[in-house]
């Protein structure tokens, strides 16, 4: 059973298209998370969600947009894709957002050709 | 300024010894905590052990202990013991804690790649 999920795993597109990526967990965690990793490998939070609501927003493109339709889940929505969008992009989350402990995501790698 | 620093990019280690990996954070909150993160070849990101501010003892973690050292704000990793399944990448991040839940988000470093030799 697959703590925290994501699809696709890989997912390779033109510039300029629109493209979702997934994120389900199921241990009943409040809080979810979106980060990116960069081609140096430099990981940055983009959103928090909260129980749906959204608690951390960095400072991202607004081509960028979360949609956690129910606690289990946390979307993110990707508008006209840029070359510089390429990177692994990992979901993950934990019980509380004061908890310690974060749950991540197998990742999805991104390709924007 | 970079709040969380990684100086060694890459670190090789015999099998069977200890290693350490360094880490030095900047903050101006007195509530936070620091976090080391493993990131094996295959991708994912593996949560290792979590220290806080106002926690006395170093966090120890199986083969993992954080050697935390609040006057030097330096979070080093020790890993005892090194297997050859511990060559990853190695995160270290902190989470400043003085604020409501927009602050509570992890900053991390640009990670050390550990090579473990048999």
């Known amino acids: 059973d697959t703590a925290v999920s994501q699809t696709p795993k890989y997912l390779v597109t033109q510039m300029g298209n629109d493209k979702s990526i997934k994120c389900e967990q199921n241990l009943g965690h409040d809080t979810m998370y979106w980060y990116k990793q960069d081609s140096k490998k430099f990981l940055k939070i983009m959103f928090s969600y909260n129980n749906k609501e959204l608690i951390i927003n960095e400072t991202v493109p607004n081509r960028f947009s979360p949609k956690s339709p129910d606690k289990a889940h946390l979307n993110l929505h990707i508008n006209s894709l840029e070359l510089g969008d390429s990177a692994v992009y990992f979901c993950?989350?934990?019980?509380?957002?004061?908890?310690?402990?974060?749950?991540f995501g197998p990742g999805t790698r991104l390709t924007v050709t | 300024a970079q709040k969380i620093t990684q100086t060694q990019p890459g670190m090789f280690v015999q099998e069977k010894e200890a290693v350490t990996l360094d880490c030095t954070y900047d903050t101006s909150d007195q509530s936070y905590g620091l976090f080391w993160y493993k990131q094996p070849s295959s991708g994912e990101m593996i949560f290792l052990i979590y220290?806080?501010?106002?926690?006395?003892q170093n966090a120890t973690e199986g083969r993992y202990s954080l050697n935390f050292q609040k006057a030097r704000k330096s979070a080093n990793l020790v890993i005892s013991a090194s297997q050859l399944g511990d060559s990853a990448m190695y995160f270290c991040a902190m989470r400043e804690e003085g604020g409501g839940g927009s602050n509570y988000k992890l900053t991390f470093g640009k990670g050390t790649l550990l090579t473990v030799n048999p």
């Open positions: 993950a989350s934990s019980p509380q957002w004061i908890s310690y402990e974060q749950y």
């Open positions: 220290q806080g501010s106002y926690d006395e």
